[in-house]
């Protein structure tokens, strides 16, 4: 849940306690636009028909999720939150749920006489729980810097930006724990930050929270309640949320799990401390853990943050979404003293945003290259991560129903691995329920379910005829053939299946759209110089599903190697082959049945494969390639496959030739190839041999 909940006015005579801001799931950092208002702007509020009903409506929502997630029930996520509040904040400033501290603990109902209690008692905090100021990038931390200077000027107080101390921002469950002449007498929730749920019993079990101090003391500490993941990955193997996870544990009648949870605490009450490196210390010295600390300054509090964002909060075995700086003095503290009710010496320096939440205008169900039908959300664009994104695939129906999504919804868009656009959730619900098509949208033939798909099966759509020559082309590498020619020849109708490709003309290329006769002659030229196809890549290149290169290899390599004897073979015949199977052998079959006319085709125009044992310059001869060569090895495999040679992944008493750098090399695959009798060569030699062999 987001750190901008103010908390209550501080006690005057006492300083302003640095408050532990409310926590949400950690996300990755990565540089976007600065403050609130830029990502308020780029969501739902920028195309606000109403602002006055939007206020309204974002602050019903805010205060169900905030009462929601304190409760131990969140109904989004900690992101999705986080923009709706900025969406409210630059709408309304002064908006009263904004002013708000934690949720009410919300009452439960009363036991029947007899049984077990199911509810935790209210308790009152000596340490009202607020929250922090944030600073969500660099830009907002130094202005968090220079006001302080400006206050501390005024007081005549130290330089602020030479003394400051950094600790980890804690994605848990805020926690007040009391001790009385040194035993530990309650422990209590955040609850408002005044009221919260006092589970005593709880705490106890959990690890880090001393039952007894060092010291016969009368103190109040602050801490947070985690769960740690290696301690989730052990204890709770199907929880995929720490935080969701010990929220839940933490407030179990019965105790259960608590064991495995970790109390860090950061704030004490009840001794006088010159500055934060002395209260931690104390804390340590009482036998209390802590999160891990450091006295820096400005610059080293940034580069902190950027050594966080880079790799050390991926290592921490704990979840954090941000670095909360304090001015290490606590007379400065005091003498700041509050900003809208929060500390004004102290801020939380979240993590870079990776999502946004915006508006989805419309589902599009697009038909691919194979005829699956896969949903794309078209939403209102927004900037993550460096980029601006309008589009992102929503997979399949599976997971268009488990989202409930449909047009006018708000969602929470992301940049999974700071790359793919992703729809996270809906945050809000608008529209009415998604209709599902029926019939595709480039040829309007009645769709076909496969599981979560939906698939075109006409094999004149125009998608899959698109689909089909794409792959044709791509499976050969022909150069400079790309998906933007191929669509326009289907477009043009000058092809409908590979075959065609060989009949085309230099004008009917030269027509298309930004071609010409020069640019027309390059790519059929390209096309036809990668003739004869070996058989294996031929059979790759129809386009067959789950019938890709290895797999026809594969089948060529098992005796297979003409197309007759791969045309003329039954299911139970391939099916027999060593790491086919059944299932894929299946497919293979009726795969080449439905392409059987196609392939006639294709061979009427001249496009006969190449057989390993027949017909090829290299037939009979066996090549495998090692270590760094000068051309990439995918090009030397290809010469050998072209002219009928066959590839070796490694070194096998059936090898020919070991094509090396240096055919001297002591190598232990070079060794081990002369042992066999294998000749080792160079690639000139290697490139004197294919030479040789088309002479002949």
């Known amino acids: 849940m987001p750190s901008k909940k103010p908390t209550a006015a501080a006690k005057p005579a006492k300083p302003a306690k640095p408050a532990k801001p409310d926590s949400k799931p950690a996300r990755a950092a990565t540089p976007a636009p600065t403050g609130a208002t830029a990502a308020a702007a780029a969501g739902p509020a920028a195309n606000a028909a109403d602002p006055a009903k939007r206020i309204t409506e974002l602050g019903d929502l805010l205060k ?38 934690g949720a009410p603990v919300q009452a439960k109902a009363r036991p029947r006489a007899g049984a077990a209690v199911s509810e935790w008692e209210k308790a009152q905090h000596k340490i009202p729980m607020g929250s922090l100021n944030k600073a969500t990038d660099e830009a907002e931390f130094q202005a968090w810097v220079s006001r302080c200077e400006e206050h501390a ?45 006092r589970i005593t019993p709880n705490v106890a079990r959990m690890k880090g929270v001393p039952p007894r101090l060092k010291e016969p003391l009368d103190v109040s500490v602050r801490g947070e309640i985690i769960l740690k993941l290696s301690d989730m990955k052990r204890s709770f193997p199907s929880a995929s949320n720490a935080r969701n996870m010990a929220s839940g544990t933490a407030k ?14 950061y704030d004490l009450e009840g001794e006088d401390a010159v500055d934060e490196v002395r209260k931690f210390a104390r804390l340590k010295q009482l036998g209390f853990e802590t999160p891990n600390l450091y006295p820096t300054d400005s610059a080293g509090a940034l580069e902190l943050y950027r050594q966080y964002a880079a790799s050390k909060r991926a290592a921490l075995d704990y979840d954090i979404d941000g670095l909360v700086i304090r001015c290490n003095p606590v007379r400065t503290q005091a003498l700041l003293g509050e900003l809208a009710g929060r500390p004004r010496a102290a801020v939380a320096l979240k993590f870079a945003s990776q999502t946004k939440v915006t508006r989805l205008n419309r589902i599009v169900w ?31 129906i599976s997971n268009v129903k488990a989202l409930n999504i449909s047009e ?53 759509c125009r998608a899959v005829v698109e689909g089909r020559i794409k792959n044709w082309v791509e499976a050969q590498d022909v150069h400079d053939f790309g998906g933007h020619i191929v669509g326009e020849l289907v477009r043009a109708k000058l092809v409908k299946e590979p075959s065609d490709l060989y009949k085309l003309k230099v004008e009917d290329v030269a027509r298309l759209e930004h071609m010409g006769e020069v640019s027309a002659k390059k790519i059929l030229a390209n096309l036809r110089a990668k003739l004869p196809l070996s058989l294996p890549l031929f059979l790759a290149s129809l386009g067959i599903e789950h019938f890709a290169l290895l797999t026809a290899k594969l089948i060529v390599g098992n005796g297979f190697d003409t197309l007759d004897k791969v045309r003329q073979a039954t299911e139970a015949q391939l099916a027999a082959i060593p790491g086919l199977g059944p299932s894929k052998a299946r497919v293979v079959a009726q795969g080449l049945k439905v392409r059987s006319a196609e ?92 030479g040789d062999a088309t002479k002949r």
């Open 64 to 101: 169900k999720y905030k009462d929601a997630y304190y409760n131990g029930q969140p109904l989004v996520s900690d992101a999705a939150y986080d923009q709706l509040e900025d969406e409210l904040r630059a709408l309304d400033p002064r908006h009263p749920l904004l002013a708000s501290v």
């Open 153 to 197: 000027a005024r007081e005549r107080l130290p330089k602020v930006l030479g003394d400051l101390f950094v600790t980890e921002k804690l994605d848990g469950i805020s926690l007040e724990v009391i001790y009385e002449k040194g035993v530990m007498t309650e422990a209590i929730t955040r609850g408002d930050g005044q009221i919260g749920e």
């Open 252 to 265: 179990r009648f019965d105790g259960s799990g608590c064991e495995h949870l970790t109390v860090l605490f």
């Open 366 to 396: 697009d038909t691919g290259d194979s005829g699956r039908v896969t949903p794309i959300a078209e939403f209102e664009r927004v900037w993550i991560g460096g980029a601006h994104l309008e589009r992102a695939s929503l997979h399949n």
């Open 408 to 460: 006018g919804d708000e969602i929470l868009v992301s940049r999974r691995n700071d790359v793919i656009p992703q729809v996270e959730e809906v945050v809000v619900k608008h529209g009415p329920p998604v209709v599902i098509p029926t019939t595709c949208g480039v040829c309007n033939s009645k769709l076909v379910s496969e599981g979560e798909f939906i698939s075109c099966r006409n094999t004149d």
């Open 599 to 690: 392939i006639d085709r294709l061979l009427a125009v001249g496009v006969v494969p190449v057989a390993p044992t027949h017909g090829g310059p290299l037939a009979g001869l066996s090549f495998c390639f090692t270590g760094t060569l000068s051309r990439p090895r995918k090009e030397l495999e290809d010469l050998v496959e072209k002219h009928g040679g066959n590839l070796l992944s490694g070194v096998t008493k059936d090898l020919k030739y070991l094509v090396m750098s240096d055919p001297n090399s002591g190598s232990s695959k070079a060794e081990k190839a002369r042992k066999y009798g294998t000749k080792c060569i160079d690639e000139a030699e290697f490139l004197k041999i294919i």
